[in-house]
């Protein structure tokens, strides 16, 4: 028998707007993001579960990758399959075709349903009325890929989703664009391995890691010099972005580093109140601000050190 039975309902979409892939899951069992989902820049997707073999995602990318559909590249990994009955597997290539396959043996309820640019499957559901209400939740949401397919895993989870309940979830988006730096075009790689509300933790994730996007778009801004109105008033509007996030204000780490780069920018009078902010969260901070001299990453200028450490 395989070693993973990660029963779950998951999906893969295309965004051809936003040139993402992107899988989306949800399931009963410990840490399933390892083993579903799988995403390649510029390739496309594949969501491997039920009673899962694993090589389904690498192998179906390999195949994709040498420009064959996710219908023959599926069905080439099928034919191999002794245990294909007991499989359920989704596969997306670069072009948002799609196959899916539910095995006659996957543990009922099971089922898939197909979309334009996407698919999603269910096994060992409550209701047989999963996949259509994930497909509807997908097709009428707002927002970008990452929005959408958790808007489906929610809408799942709200029909009754896992018959055994919710452990661990997953989401992973990638651009479907091809690039010489192939590892900037992870958008999301977001896991939650255990917890009693998997999809409330996932989307608490997707706003921090969309908080720290900002803040390092403000940052790439500063070091790109001479900064005009234009650009201040860009770093400005991301910087606040992050800052919307409610984990934000729990944790002074983008606060700090934000006001850190604004030093090396200098922009003394704006970095200042953050530093102020850091340091009535958290006075350990404060200690750190010497030791960034070395490191070249503030002037060394003791004058200004010590106007920055005596806004504590």
């Known amino acids: 028998m395989p070693p993973f039975l990660a029963n779950t309902y998951s999906i893969v979409a295309y965004d051809p707007q936003l040139n993402q892939f992107g899988v989306a899951i949800q399931s009963h069992y410990f840490r ?7 995403a390649e820049q510029g390739v496309g997707a ?16 390999a195949l994709m990758r040498t420009g ?20 359920q597997v989704a ?13 006659k043996r996957c543990i009922a309820e099971a089922g898939h349903k197909q979309g334009k640019n996407y698919s999603v499957q269910a096994n060992l559901m409550l209701k047989d009325t999963v ?4 497909a509807d939740a997908y097709e009428y949401a707002s927002g970008d890929l990452a929005d959408r397919m958790l808007a489906s895993l929610e809408a799942a989870e709200a029909e ?8 661990s979830a997953a989401l992973l988006v990638v651009s479907s664009e091809l690039t010489p730096t192939p590892w900037d075009g992870r958008v999301f790689d977001l896991r939650v391995d255990d917890h009693p509300e998997p999809l409330v933790e996932l989307r608490r994730l997707l706003a921090i890691s ?9 940052s790439l801004l500063l070091e790109n010099k001479p900064l005009d109105e234009s650009k201040i008033a860009a770093v400005d509007r991301e910087f606040q972005l992050a800052a919307q996030s ?14 850190v780069d604004l030093i090396s920018a200098e922009r003394e009078e704006a970095a200042l109140p953050l530093f102020k902010q850091v340091f009535d969260q958290d006075p350990s901070w404060r200690d750190l601000v010497p030791r960034l001299v070395p490191a070249e990453l503030i002037p060394n200028d003791p004058a200004l050190i010590e106007r920055i450490l005596q806004v504590a």
Do not use: C
């Not at 399933?32 to 799988?38: M, S």
């Not at 594949?46 to 990318?61: D, K, M, R």
């Open 210 to 218: 969309r908080a720290y996007t900002h803040a390092q778009t403000a």
């Open 246 to 259: 409610p984990e934000m204000q729990h944790n002074p780490e983008l606060l700090f580093w934000h006001a």
């Open 91 to 103: 596969m997306l290539d670069a072009n948002g075709n799609v196959a899916t396959h539910t095995g």
């Open 46 to 61: 594949v969501a491997t579960q039920a009673f899962v073999e694993i090589s389904y995602g690498p192998l179906g990318l």
């Open 131 to 134: 996949w259509d209400v994930m």
């Open 160 to 167: 009754g989703g896992d018959i055994r309940g919710a452990q």
């Open 68 to 87: 064959k559909m996710a219908e023959y590249s599926l069905h080439g990994l099928l034919a191999s399959d002794p245990q294909a009955d007991v499989r």
């Open 32 to 38: 399933v993001g390892a083993i579903v989902p799988w």
